[in-house]
């Protein structure tokens, strides 16, 4: 197994914060296929992660799980808890991707007359290069303040998404508000509706609401007032917000594709949906066509008539998003319905006239 080791100039508040940074990386090796079974043992604090991490590792991967002991312990040398006293909360830092999930995010805030600043982690997504710019460009457009941070991950590996990756961005942007007196109120772009029974070990195990209730657990043990908010149920909320501004929708990261591909796909797409006789298909910039996130989407803005109606591309996308179930949605397989397909990607959403004298058949044949 490569190994990897996030390398960083940065001195964390409190020694727990550099355990949580150390288990980013060790969870690389929880989902390695040669480990069957793992004797580990941590602090009580962080027993709570390890619980939901042992939770997501049993039910992903059927190999095993974890057993509770006293050696072999990556924190044996844990030094004492000290809490953190904390300041008044001046200040909600949104943890920003540049995405319309924490774009949404401080669009809301911001509505809501609150003090935004945006804290952005370079370094961990590292099939998406281009995302940084992409968060500069939408915090110029929404006229909020944003902070780079960095990270490096040493050792070589295939990119995949690590079950821990949210939970140490939190912790960074953590840092980052305690270091400057900012207070102790993050706020995260997931959703309350994403569980870890419906979660995939290996892709967004981090994203879920349990993981989420472990780290809360953890920190606030530490800092006892500490808030991280998630107030999104699913997708569907955030590309309601994001829409309404043409502007920042055009410019948010919006597309799973990674950068080498996209211009390309999205050029393809065009081509090949625009023939004479039909609406000349329209994508926003930045956008494939392809992923399950483009489809979700371009079938939501033009249920908006924010793009117009490009038949065979509609369709085509429906077809994408039902051929996606298997691998992004796999405890949805018994689907039947476009109206059951709609409830999976884009709960909420009315499904227009026009879509409702399809069949099922017909959009996957």
Same mark, same amino acid.
């Given at each position: 197994?490569?190994?990897?080791?996030?390398?960083?100039?940065?001195?964390?508040?409190?020694?727990?914060?550099?355990?949580?940074?150390?288990?980013?990386?060790?969870?690389?090796?929880?989902?390695?296929?040669?480990?069957?079974?793992?004797?580990?043992?941590?602090?009580?604090?962080?027993?709570?992660?390890?619980?939901? #991490?042992?939770?997501?590792?049993?039910?992903?991967?059927?190999?095993?799980?974890?057993?509770?002991?006293?050696?072999?312990?990556?924190?044996?040398?844990?030094?004492?808890?000290?809490?953190?006293?904390?300041?008044?909360?001046?200040?909600?830092?949104?943890?920003?991707?540049?995405?319309?999930?924490?774009?949404?995010?401080?669009?809301?805030?911001?509505?809501?007359?609150?003090?935004?600043?945006?804290?952005?982690?370079?370094?961990?997504?590292?099939?998406?290069?281009?995302?940084?710019?992409?968060?500069?460009?939408?915090?110029?457009? #929404?006229?909020?303040?944003?902070?780079?941070?960095?990270?490096?991950?040493?050792?070589?590996?295939?990119?995949?998404?690590?079950?821990?990756?949210?939970?140490?961005?939190?912790?960074?942007?953590?840092?980052?508000?305690?270091?400057?007196?900012?207070?102790?109120?993050?706020?995260?772009?997931?959703?309350?509706?994403?569980?870890?029974?419906?979660?995939?070990?290996?892709?967004?195990?981090?994203?879920?609401?349990?993981?989420?209730?472990?780290?809360?657990?953890?920190?606030?043990?530490?800092?006892?007032?500490?808030?991280?908010?998630?107030?999104?149920?699913?997708?569907?909320?955030?590309?309601?917000?994001?829409?309404?501004?043409?502007?920042? #929708?055009?410019?948010?990261?919006?597309?799973?594709?990674?950068?080498?591909?996209?211009?390309?796909?999205?050029?393809?797409?065009?081509?090949?949906?625009?023939?004479?006789?039909?609406?000349?298909?329209?994508? #926003?910039?930045?956008?494939?066509?392809?992923?399950?996130?483009?489809?979700?989407?371009?079938?939501?803005?033009?249920?908006?008539?924010?793009?117009?109606?490009?038949?065979?591309?509609?369709?085509?996308?429906?077809?994408?998003?039902?051929?996606?179930?298997?691998?992004?949605?796999?405890?949805?397989?018994?689907?039947?319905?476009?109206?059951?397909?709609?409830?999976?990607?884009?709960?909420?959403?009315?499904?227009?006239?026009?879509?409702?004298?399809?069949?099922?058949?017909?959009?996957?044949?």
């Amino acid at each position: 197994m490569s190994s990897q080791r996030i390398i960083t100039d940065k001195h964390f508040v409190h020694p727990l914060f550099e355990q949580l940074v150390d288990m980013y990386y060790y969870c690389n090796m929880i989902s390695d296929p040669f480990y069957d079974c793992l004797s580990v043992s941590f602090h009580p604090v962080v027993n709570p992660l390890l619980e939901c #991490l042992f939770l997501g590792f049993k039910k992903g991967t059927g190999r095993g799980g974890f057993s509770y002991g006293t050696t072999n312990s990556p924190f044996m040398n844990y030094r004492p808890r000290v809490l953190i006293s904390t300041v008044k909360d001046l200040v909600v830092v949104v943890c920003f991707s540049g995405g319309k999930d924490s774009t949404a995010l401080a669009m809301r805030l911001k509505e809501e007359g609150k003090t935004v600043c945006l804290y952005f982690l370079k370094g961990i997504n590292k099939s998406y290069p281009d995302e940084y710019k992409r968060a500069e460009k939408v915090a110029s457009i #929404l006229g909020l303040p944003l902070y780079i941070d960095e990270i490096k991950l040493s050792g070589k590996s295939a990119f995949k998404e690590n079950p821990m990756k949210n939970q140490v961005v939190a912790t960074f942007a953590l840092n980052y508000c305690l270091s400057r007196g900012l207070g102790t109120t993050i706020v995260f772009g997931d959703f309350t509706e994403d569980t870890a029974d419906k979660a995939a070990w290996d892709r967004n195990w981090s994203d879920t609401v349990e993981m989420w209730d472990a780290y809360r657990t953890v920190i606030q043990s530490i800092i006892p007032g500490f808030q991280l908010l998630t107030p999104f149920k699913n997708y569907t909320e955030t590309l309601a917000i994001v829409s309404k501004n043409r502007e920042i #929708l055009e410019n948010v990261q919006g597309c799973l594709a990674p950068m080498r591909f996209r211009e390309h796909w999205r050029e393809q797409n065009i081509k090949k949906y625009h023939p004479n006789f039909q609406v000349p298909l329209e994508l #926003l910039p930045h956008r494939c066509g392809n992923c399950w996130k483009c489809c979700v989407e371009y079938i939501y803005l033009v249920d908006n008539g924010i793009l117009e109606y490009n038949m065979a591309f509609y369709v085509r996308c429906l077809r994408r998003l039902a051929d996606k179930l298997p691998t992004e949605h796999p405890y949805h397989s018994g689907v039947k319905t476009i109206e059951e397909l709609y409830k999976v990607y884009l709960p909420g959403v009315s499904i227009p006239d026009r879509i409702k004298v399809m069949t099922y058949g017909q959009v996957t044949s």
